[in-house]
């Protein structure tokens, strides 16, 4: 089964400062790679994926996340981080081929003002 | 922008009653998930669904729990006999094809037990 690690329960970073969520996965073959985030009582949002391509991927709200092969990582930035970036982001991955996605445990992301 | 959507936002229930929580996923996606999620952690797959049949489940997913897409549009997640452990969010997700072009979630129904 194919699985991904975020290492990191908690975040904190100052409004202004470049963040880095970080992930790591274990899956055979060519990984499909996700982050979602999820705000307050809301749902899962999709931020960004790699498929296949440019290691450096770009997402939504100024997002991207780069993926280094030789380290199986696939963390996850942003140049300038904001106080409404904060939030809880997930890294999943297929469970096994296509689907379902299994999720990492979370980082609860804290931008300070 | 499309929405999959879930009814109720908030069900509250007694320990050993049956629930349906409900989903209405985007109108041209073919796969459809439940997840669940407790106190704000670990997002946990349940199951999926294609072709009007479970296609994957996860050891989660006993018997107490059953899907069904009762028409067109609804897809819906029963437990039969709720747990105290049963108390989380649950999730409803759809994508329009298999996971590598990822899912749309639902904002989810918070689910009580007492």
């Known amino acids: 089964a194919q699985s991904v690690a975020q290492p990191e329960d908690q975040v904190n970073v100052a409004e202004g400062n470049p963040l880095t969520v970080k992930c790591t996965y274990s899956v055979s073959g060519n990984p499909y790679l996700f982050w979602y985030v999820q705000y307050p009582n809301r749902g899962l949002q999709f931020l960004l994926k790699?498929?296949?391509?440019?290691?450096l991927v770009k997402g939504s709200y100024g997002f991207e996340a780069e993926f280094n092969k030789s380290q199986t990582s696939f963390h996850l930035k942003k140049p300038s981080a904001l106080v409404s970036d904060s939030a809880l982001y997930f890294c999943?991955?297929?469970?096994?081929?296509?689907?379902?996605?299994?999720f990492g445990k979370g980082t609860r992301l804290s931008v300070i003002a | 922008e499309p929405e999959v959507t879930q009814t109720p936002s908030h069900q509250v229930t007694q320990m050993g009653q049956e629930v349906i929580l409900r989903c209405v996923p985007i109108?041209?996606?073919?796969?459809f998930y439940w997840y669940r999620q407790i106190l704000g952690q670990k997002v946990e797959f349940l199951v999926s669904?294609?072709?009007?049949?479970?296609?994957?489940k996860s050891e989660i997913f006993d018997d107490q729990f059953s899907v069904e897409r009762p028409d067109g549009s609804n897809f819906t997640l029963k437990i039969r006999s709720t747990k105290l452990e049963d108390s989380a969010m649950y999730f409803c997700?759809?994508?329009?094809?298999?996971?590598?072009?990822?899912?749309?979630f639902g904002s989810g129904t918070r689910l009580t037990v007492v």
């Open positions: 790699y498929i296949t391509g440019d290691n």
């Open positions: 109108s041209n996606h073919l796969y």
């Open positions: 997700a759809s994508s329009e094809e298999t996971g590598a072009y990822g899912y749309t």
């Open positions: 999943a991955v297929p469970y096994s081929g296509n689907t379902p996605l299994v």
């Open positions: 669904f294609y072709n009007n049949e479970i296609s994957e």
